[in-house]
């Protein structure tokens, strides 16, 4: 099928963030990721299971609570809006086929789980807990756990029960994951167990809750692009750290010699730590990257030097950028420690 054409698809940035979601034109079905979709239907028949997720183009990605579909975000349906992301937010969440395929599986254990009422059953609460627990702002992540599965970025299954469940099912559902052998030493292999018999007890049944609403769908919004971006910057805006400059004095101690400014090597390294941060992290580059301009600005007024090896100097930013986005956006409590 040929790809449909769109007369916003020439416009420059600045042009299409005055555009209106609804008249975007944009279908799911005409859209690159309509394949990654029937790739997931396929996986959840051969698992014999008869649940189908309705999926529906939105501004992220979401599963309404009691609605047993999926809000794919309106970006990936399209590479230009792909392009404008990037330029937005410095990434693409789930850009790329595999990176799509593990959130629509995360986001597929949300719906299953409304459309058979799965955290109702003792069995569900007894593995993961209470559904209903309230969601926390941040959570502190504890990386070396092995009583939660690793699927997506920044331990994410240790955030809520739900999230626990949704992130187990999307490791039991991946094909070829081999998660009786991968988690075999682990306290998590329970949990697995246990969506693998909760599995059991619905495979080839139908649904009992079968509502197709499209929650926030996009083609009812009439949010400019602009505005969209400008809420997002919003939600992850930046205060600078109290604790910076003792960080950034450890980072580039003084000391004698014509070294480069610190400012500068953050700078040329820009896009390589917002990447790193943000693969450790998983909160939003375009984030991490208004706490790095911080740092850079105050390394700038300190005039602080680079007086290690570049390689050397660069696993400490990364290193220092991390933890300092974690305490800031995840209210967690690292410490560097130097042996």
């Known amino acids: ?51 189908r997720p309705h999926a529906w183009l939105s501004t992220g990605w979401f599963s309404p609570d009691g609605v047993p579909g999926i809000a794919i975000p309106f970006y990936l349906a399209h590479p230009r809006l792909a392009r404008l992301e990037r330029a937005q937010m410095y990434d693409v ?26 955290h109702r059953r003792r069995a569900w609460r007894d593995a993961f807990g209470d559904w209903s627990a309230p969601y926390e702002n941040a959570y502190t992540p504890r990386p070396y756990s092995r009583h939660y599965v690793m699927h997506l970025d920044m331990w994410y ?39 693998d018999a909760l599995m059991q007890t619905i495979a080839g049944r ?21 505005e969209h971006y400008e809420a997002r910057r919003r939600r992850t805006s930046v205060h600078r750290p109290a604790e910076v400059d003792p960080v950034l004095h450890r980072l580039y101690p003084d000391g004698p010699g014509p070294f480069e400014p610190a400012a ?24 991490i990257d208004r706490l790095l301009e911080e740092m850079i ?8 030097k680079r007086r290690r090896p570049s390689a050397e100097a660069l696993a400490d930013a990364i290193a220092v950028l991390t933890v300092q986005t974690m305490n800031h956006f995840h209210g967690s409590r690292f410490r560097l420690m130097r042996r």
């Not at 850009?95 to 254990?109: K, N, P, S, V």
């Not at 719906?111 to 009422?117: F, G, H, V």
């Open 1 to 51: 099928m040929a790809r449909r054409r769109y007369p916003w698809e020439r416009l420059d940035d600045e042009r299409l963030l005055e555009l209106r979601f609804k008249d975007l034109g944009l279908t799911l079905e005409r859209s690159p990721v309509a394949k990654r979709v029937a790739r997931l239907h396929g996986e959840l028949a051969r698992k014999g299971l008869r649940f």
């Open 93 to 118: 969440e789930g850009g790329t086929e595999l990176a799509c395929l593990r959130l629509l599986r995360h986001e597929t254990g949300h719906a299953l789980d409304s459309a058979y009422r799965l």
């Open 157 to 195: 299954a240790q955030s809520h029960p739900a999230e626990d469940f949704a992130e187990t099912f999307a490791v039991w559902l991946q094909p070829r994951s081999d998660w009786r052998r991968r988690y075999a030493r682990w306290p998590a292999l329970k949990k697995l167990l246990a969506v």
């Open 206 to 226: 139908a649904p009992p809750v079968r509502s197709r609403e499209q929650t926030e769908r996009l083609s009812s919004l009439k949010e400019t692009l602009g």
């Open 264 to 287: 500068s090597f953050l700078r040329r390294h820009r896009a390589q730590l917002r990447r790193a941060v943000g693969t450790w992290t998983g909160v939003y580059r375009h984030a």
């Open 297 to 304: 600005q105050r390394a700038d007024e300190l005039d602080l």
